[in-house]
């Protein structure tokens, strides 16, 4: 089955960009979406792509997609502590079945 | 306001005992998911539905029984079965099984 991977965590200062990785498995994976997970809430998502796209900006927010070698990036600008977080990358597959990663705990030191 | 609702936040079970976990959404969704988040772990997948008196079990089912006999609820029930049910539930719902997914503030189970 699918297999999605992110580094465990990425401490930043503020002010600078973030990056956060990810890497999937299933080359059929349609939809790739980030979400943020603050503590002891639910997941909120941020923005997605479509595996036809390579890029797709959004505010602070710049998602990079290489399809070739399945890897996924999420860029945040101008890092700020209320980015501080942890970011879930989530790869579905046309048949609609949802892989996500274990998470990346962004923390941003002022 | 169009959402998804979870409760209760916060629950605590004896050894034993069957609890069920609510999710309510508005958002006229046909999908609805399960999930169990432990701690430093990604999410996993107990039970699905994508439409109304049907429901697929996911990776993890074992102890779990859900029901979807309204388009707006899906509540969860884990059972004395469940070994080792202290764990953070989130619901989800989406549009369709590839859409967007829309959680909940998830509840907080555990067992004592």
């Known amino acids: 089955g699918e297999d999605v991977e992110q580094s465990l965590f990425l401490s930043v200062r503020e002010g600078d960009s973030s990056v956060i990785n990810c890497t999937y498995t299933?080359?059929?994976?349609?939809?790739l979406y980030w979400y943020k997970q603050e503590p002891g809430a639910g997941l909120q998502l941020l923005t997605y792509?479509?595996?036809?796209?390579d890029m797709k900006q959004d505010q602070r927010l710049t998602v990079l997609l290489n399809k070739k070698d399945k890897h996924l990036s999420l860029r945040i600008a101008d890092t700020q502590t209320g980015d501080s977080a942890i970011y879930f990358c989530?790869?579905?597959?046309?048949?609609?079945?949802?892989?996500f990663g274990d998470g990346t705990t962004l923390t941003v030191k002022p | 306001d169009g959402g998804i609702t979870q409760s209760p936040k916060y629950l605590f079970r004896k050894e034993g005992q069957n609890v069920t976990l609510s999710c309510e959404q508005n958002?006229?969704?046909?999908?609805m998911y399960w999930y169990r988040q432990d701690p430093g772990q990604g999410l996993r997948l107990i039970y699905y539905?994508?439409?109304?008196?049907?429901?697929q079990k996911g990776d993890i089912a074992e102890g779990y029984s859900v029901s979807r006999e309204k388009k707006e609820s899906f509540p969860l029930t884990v059972t004395s079965a469940q070994k080792n049910p202290t764990a953070f539930y989130l619901c989800?719902?989406?549009?369709?099984?590839?859409?967007?997914?829309?959680f909940g503030p998830g509840t907080r189970l555990t067992v004592l």
């Open positions: 989800a719902s989406s549009t369709g099984t590839s859409g967007a997914k829309f």
């Open positions: 299933d080359s059929s994976s349609t939809y």
């Open positions: 792509i479509f595996s036809n796209m």
């Open positions: 989530a790869a579905t597959s046309n048949a609609g079945k949802s892989t």
């Open positions: 958002l006229n969704h046909d999908a």
């Open positions: 539905s994508q439409i109304v008196n049907d429901f």
